[in-house]
C-alpha cells in the first residue's frame, strides 16, 4: 500500500508505504549500504554508496552510475537519528570528485518508521528549496521513465 | 483549481510521458502520435487535456501542430513533484524486493 501527499506550494513530497517486514527489518535497508544501495537509485542508475557514517553529523557519499556509464555524484548528512525509527538527513549533489557541493539545492529528508499491524509504515518526507532543485533531482528519474515507456512501445510493436 | 486540474493531467502514463518528451524538446502532434499505440485522435485527444492543464501550448506551423512544454513556476514543480513521486514508488518496490529475499 502506498500513498502520497504533494504540496507544491511548500514543495514537499509526502510519500508512505507498508511493508511486511517489522520496523527493525527495515531500520536496515537504511542502515545498511550493501542494502540500500540496491534501491536508492533509479532503476538504470544503480547507486553505491563508498561511505555511509550512520550516525548524527556522519556523512555518507554515493554515486549512480547511468547506462551510458555517465555517474552522479550525491551526499548526505545525518542529522538525527533514533534509531529504529527516525532518521533526518540532508541530501544534496556531489561535484565530479563527489564532494558536496553548495552551488544546487539540498533536500531535507526525514524518515519514520512504525509499527502498523504486523507490518511497517514508512513515511517519507521531501523538503525541496525550489523547483530548479527538483528539477535536477528528477531528471534522470524522467530519463528513466520515458525509457521505460518507450521500452513498453517497442514490446507492443515488436508483437503486433 | 489550476493545480487539480494539473494532477488531473497527469494522473495518466501517457499523459505523464508525452509531457515528459515535450519539455525535453517541442514535438509536432504527428511526430508524438507516431510514439503510440493509439490513433492520432486519442493522442490528440490527450494533448487537449494537457492543453486545458496550461502544461503545453499547441503552436499550429504550416500543417504541423506543435507542442510546447509551457511550465510557469507551480506547474512545473506539481509536474517535477509528480516524477519524483515515480521516483519513489521505484525505490519501494526496490525495499520489498529487498525485504522478500532474506526474512
Do not use: C
Not at chain 1, 540532508?90 to 512504525?114: A, C, I, N, W, Y
Not at chain 1, 533531482?137 to 512501445?153: D, F, H, P, S, T
Request: no cysteine; glycine share 8%.
Amino acid at each position: 500500500m502506498v500513498t502520497s501527499h504533494k504540496d507544491v506550494e511548500n514543495l514537499t513530497l509526502t510519500f508512505v508505504a507498508e511493508f511486511p517486514a517489522p520496523v527493525g527489518r527495515v531500520w536496515q535497508v537504511w542502515e545498511d549500504p550493501r542494502q540500500l544501495e540496491r534501491w536508492w537509485g533509479p532503476p538504470t542508475w544503480p547507486a553505491t554508496f563508498d561511505r555511509h557514517e550512520f550516525t548524527v553529523g556522519g556523512e555518507s557519499r554515493y554515486y549512480m552510475t547511468g547506462p551510458d556509464g555517465t555517474k552522479a555524484h550525491g551526499w548526505w548528512r545525518i542529522t538525527a537519528i533514533d534509531a529504529p525509527h527516525r532518521l533526518e538527513f540532508e541530501d544534496g549533489f556531489g561535484d565530479q570528485h563527489g564532494e558536496p557541493t553548495d552551488k544546487l539545492g539540498v533536500t531535507r529528508m526525514v524518515v519514520s518508521l512504525e509499527a502498523a499491524g504486523d507490518g511497517t509504515r514508512m513515511t517519507t518526507v521531501s523538503h525541496f528549496t525550489d523547483a530548479e532543485h527538483l528539477e535536477q533531482l528528477v531528471k534522470m528519474g524522467m530519463e528513466e521513465g520515458m525509457r521505460l515507456a518507450m521500452g513498453q512501445i517497442d514490446d507492443v510493436l515488436g508483437t503486433a | 483549481m489550476v493545480v487539480d486540474r494539473v494532477f488531473h493531467a497527469l494522473a495518466d502514463a501517457t499523459r505523464r510521458d508525452i509531457l515528459t518528451r515535450v519539455i525535453r524538446e517541442e514535438q509536432s502532434v504527428s511526430a508524438l502520435a507516431r510514439g503510440y499505440p493509439m490513433s492520432f485522435a486519442a493522442v490528440q485527444k490527450h494533448v487537449a487535456v494537457l492543453e486545458s492543464a496550461s502544461l503545453v501550448v499547441k503552436q499550429r506551423r504550416g500543417r504541423e501542430q506543435i507542442v510546447r512544454a509551457d511550465l510557469t513556476a507551480m506547474r512545473r514543480a506539481a509536474a517535477l513533484l509528480d516524477a519524483y513521486e515515480e521516483l519513489w514508488r521505484h525505490r519501494v518496490q526496490g525495499i520489498d524486493r529487498i525485504l522478500q529475499e532474506g526474512s
